[in-house]
T-cell receptor, first 115, second 114 residues
Framework: ETGVTQSPTHLIKTRGQQVTLRCSSQ?????VSWYQQALGQGPQFIFQ???????GRGNFPPRFSGLQFPNYSSELNVNALELDDSALYLC??????????????FGNGTRLTVT | GDSVTQMEGPVTLSEEAFLTINCTYT??????LFWYVQYPGEGLQLLLK?????DKGSNKGFEATYRKETTSFHLEKGSVQVSDSAVYFC?????????????FGKGTLLTVNP
């Protein structure tokens, strides 16, 4: 069983640039969600994708956007990077079917540094 | 809105000591409760969960009981090991509908010394 994999592991960008982070979900999972974990804090929910559509969003501005592909992999895009976007970005996959939902399985994250 | 409050860390213990990390929550409805663990440089791993009142989740010697009357889900282990050193996160999640996201506490850093 393949777990959740994220790429790249580390990334350094300059303020104002754009970044794309990638995630491959665990085998058998149909839902992907993204979380931002600032240093010393708990993860904060960004959004979730199910069947290639965003079906939930946390308190993040529109410059945070995403995609989910037919194979359930996903991308997180952040435009106009700000210094406060520096964080560990975690992808999690799960299986959702009506009221049935499996626990989330997390990848090891992408460490984004904005300078 | 929903929230999770964990005891402030860091927590430093000697090997074989007893561990308690307090967690309380505020939520409408009947959330599922989780403990996740994060080892240095890694993502989150599910440690244990409980889906309804009075359920006890357990794994690797860790236990937590879902207490609806006190809205708590305290993590305990009778004898910690050096390898338990990590950050522990308490979290809640509602089931069904659009209530899908995990709401996390701020985390508690545990250091176990030999």
């Amino acid at each position: 069983e393949t777990g959740v994999t994220q790429s790249p592991t580390h990334l350094i960008k300059t303020r104002g640039q754009q970044v794309t982070l990638r995630c491959s979900s665990q085998s058998g999972h149909n839902t992907v969600s993204w979380y931002q974990q600032a240093l010393g804090q708990g993860p904060q929910f960004i959004f979730q994708y199910y069947r290639e559509e965003e079906n939930g969003r946390g308190n993040f501005p529109p410059r945070f956007s995403g995609l989910q592909f037919p194979n359930y992999s996903s991308e997180l895009n952040v435009n106009a990077l700000e210094l406060d976007d520096s964080a560990l970005y975690l992808c999690a996959s799960s299986y959702e079917q009506g009221r049935v939902n499996s626990p989330l399985h997390f990848g090891n994250g992408t460490r984004l540094t904005v300078t | 809105g929903d929230s999770v409050t964990q005891m402030e860390g860091p927590v430093t213990l000697s090997e074989e000591a007893f561990l308690t990390i307090n967690c309380t929550y505020t939520a409408t409805g009947y959330p599922s409760l989780f403990w996740y663990v994060q080892y240095p440089g890694e993502g989150l791993q599910l440690l244990l969960k409980a889906t309804k009142a009075d359920d006890k989740g357990s794994n690797k010697g860790f236990e937590a009981t879902y207490r609806k009357e006190t809205t708590s889900f305290h993590l305990e282990k009778g004898s910690v090991q050096v390898s338990d050193s990590a950050v522990y996160f308490c979290a809640l999640r509602k089931s069904g509908g659009s209530n899908y996201k995990l709401t996390f506490g701020k985390g508690t850093l545990l250091t176990v010394n030999p």
